[in-house]
């Protein structure tokens, strides 16, 4: 049947959406984006649409030769570079509809002489530590970015700066609107002073803004789904740990009924991983530095699937592998090379023979996937904001009479002189209405935005006035430092519409 490019695809899915938006059955902005995005005016990913045949899959299995046998490994650049087409198409389309490019913040802080050579792209211990063949690292995020279409901005911080205005950093960036999403890089090997935190600093990034996965709220939400078995299609993908599960899934593991051990239990990584595991269906077991070494051997030796995150080379060796078990390299150390020479990564994962193993290459395994990720989940937070940014533009409009427009917008919310949405849900008594702002107050707890509600007597057929016959809730948003119709009122009123259907 032949294939399809991506630009013959993204030029297809636009007119799919297009027709679709004029179909009586469909809601603008239900299709969730790939790999779970958010809902909004959002561009359509292949995988949703096509059948595998028409979109073809990166080969993930790649046979290599060690000590003169043959190991199949787990081939993740292929899945890198086809993430990196899909993101520079979005990132082109996006800056076509919108007229600005996505934009990334990061937040470094630096000891004093690495903060200094960080102001080079050309720096070359940022380039060693990524042999991966993007050319972006997971370093270079600017670089990276450039590639793809995505503005970066870099604010770099040397370690001494107190922790009071690398906080203020952070929430400048949260209020700037054309900040598409804030990353706050942690320190890789590389320690901060004991004033800095890593949760604190974690915490204050917006989780509007939040792209790799690793803000408290994030973190929380993945622990819920874990707990209940389900996927999120609100919150971003953490980027190392998605990583991992998607080599998996793409090389066709089952992971149900599956006996998987994570070795390593760091809260950014190898927490998430486990998490993801069990979500699948996995029984997890997870091993730490405090594990007797005898049990952690056993716990391997029995595993259907080893993902290995601790930085410690040789760690995972065919006499704690069992023959047949699926083997996940994320931790790596580097070596110290001679003067001259260049450093090179050593992986935790040993296995110099087959044994029927599979493991994933090192490199080009896990390494290049997660600044996709990152990038996957920024372009999905730009899509999802300029939306809601330009649905308030069009209702701004609506609200100054302008031709073409109606006055009375989106689900029954009318504009009242530009300032307020405004809109009356009925309700057959006076406790249903209360138990209707209960779960509106809960709501905007939640988004930390509140309407005014008013409670008032429904009018019966005789005309008369009366709690008998009824309730009518009438609620009003705005926000005051708008000044009027904000994005945030329009996020509320979809929310509210939903809670209340």
């Keep these: 049947m032949g294939s399809i490019s991506l630009e013959r695809f993204m030029g297809a899915a636009d007119q799919i959406a297009s027709d679709l938006q004029h179909q009586t059955h469909f809601t603008p902005g239900s299709t969730d984006i790939q790999r779970g995005g958010w809902s909004g005016e959002s561009l359509l990913l292949p995988g949703a649409l096509i059948d595998t045949t028409l979109w073809p899959q990166p080969a993930m299995m790649r046979a290599i030769t060690k000590g003169g046998e043959s190991i199949v490994t787990i081939d993740g650049q292929g899945v890198a570079d086809r993430r990196r087409s899909e993101i520079a198409v979005r990132a082109r389309r996006f800056e076509d509809y919108y007229s600005r490019k996505p934009y990334l913040a990061v937040v470094e802080v630096l000891p004093g002489e690495a903060a200094s050579m960080a102001t080079s ?25 450039a590639e793809m279409g995505v503005e970066v901005e870099r604010i770099t911080l040397s370690a001494g700066t107190p922790i009071e205005e690398v906080i203020s950093a952070i929430r ?68 190392t740990p998605g990583s991992v599960m998607d080599l998996l899934e793409g090389s066709g593991v089952t992971l149900t009924g599956r006996h998987a051990v994570v070795v390593g239990n760091s809260r950014l990584c190898g927490q998430p991983i486990a998490l993801m595991l069990q979500k699948e269906g996995a029984a997890v077991s997870v091993v730490t530095s405090s594990t007797p070494r005898h049990l952690r051997d056993d716990l391997c030796g029995q595993a259907d699937v080893i993902v290995s995150v601790v930085g410690e080379p040789g760690i995972i060796t065919e006499d704690n592998a069992r023959p047949g078990a699926v083997v996940i390299n994320v931790g790596t150390q580097p070596d110290t090379p001679a003067p001259g020479t260049p450093c090179s990564l050593l992986p935790d994962v040993a296995l110099s023979t087959s044994l029927g193993h599979t493991v994933s290459a090192t490199p080009g395994g896990v390494g290049p996937n997660p600044v996709m990720i990152l990038f996957e989940n920024l372009i999905a937070r730009a899509e999802h ?27 029954g919310w009318d504009i009242v002189e530009g300032e307020c949405l405004r809109k009356s849900f009925r309700a057959d008594s006076f406790e249903t209405a209360t138990s209707m702002l209960k779960d509106i107050s809960q709501l905007t707890r939640k988004m930390n935005h509140h309407p005014l509600a008013t ?22 948003l705005r926000s005051i430092e708008a000044g009027g119709i904000s994005a945030a009122d329009i996020q509320l009123a979809a929310c509210i519409d939903k809670e209340l259907a």
Excluded: Y
């Excluded at 792209?121 to 970015?145: H, I, M, Y």
């Excluded at 700037?176 to 604190?200: F, I, S």
């Excluded at 690793?214 to 973190?219: F, L, N, T, Y």
């Design 121 to 145: 792209l050309t720096n070359p211990l940022r380039k060693q530590s990524s042999p991966n063949t993007v050319r972006g690292s997971w370093l270079d995020k600017v670089e990276a970015g």
């Design 455 to 476: 409670l008032s007597p429904a009018t019966g057929g005789a005309g008369d006035t009366c709690f008998n016959h009824g309730c009518v809730l009438e609620l009003e």
């Design 385 to 411: 904001r300029a939306a809601i940014q330009k649905a308030a533009q069009v209702w701004a409009l609506a609200a100054t009479g302008v031709p073409g427009t109606s006055s009375e917008i989106g689900g």
């Design 172 to 239: 400048r960036l949260n209020r700037r609107e054309g900040v598409d999403g804030v990353l706050m890089e942690l320190p890789d090997r590389m320690k901060w002073g004991d004033h800095l935190d890593a949760r604190t600093l974690l915490a204050e990034v917006d989780p509007e803004k939040c792209i790799d996965g690793m803000s408290p709220h994030s973190i929380a939400t993945l622990v819920s789904d874990a707990a209940a078995g389900t996927r999120s299609t609100h919150t971003v993908r953490a980027t």
